[in-house]
């Protein structure tokens, strides 16, 4: 693969997200690099936990969820309720 198609092929993964960024990765690992989540990691840059949980999605036909809901900082009144006794 030379170089200019391997940063078209890293420009489309970035315009993704989710399960449709990992199921690419999916296709792309199954095309290029022999289905090895590893080589696609050494040569394109991606998270090899990413792509292997894209090649299992695609093998499976089954899609993890994604909780965007649970990162970051939580609200004030969530970390410090208190519970009222009447």
Known sequence: MN????NLIKDACKRLTGY???AYQADITMEYFDGSAYKAEREMGWGRECVR???????????CVDN?????RKKKKTLFSVSKKT
Request: charged share 40%.
């Open 53 to 63: 949980k894209g090649l299992g999605e695609t093998q499976s036909g089954i899609r």
């Open 20 to 22: 449709k960024r990992r």
């Open 68 to 72: 965007f809901q649970g990162r970051g």
């Open 3 to 6: 170089g200019e198609t391997k």
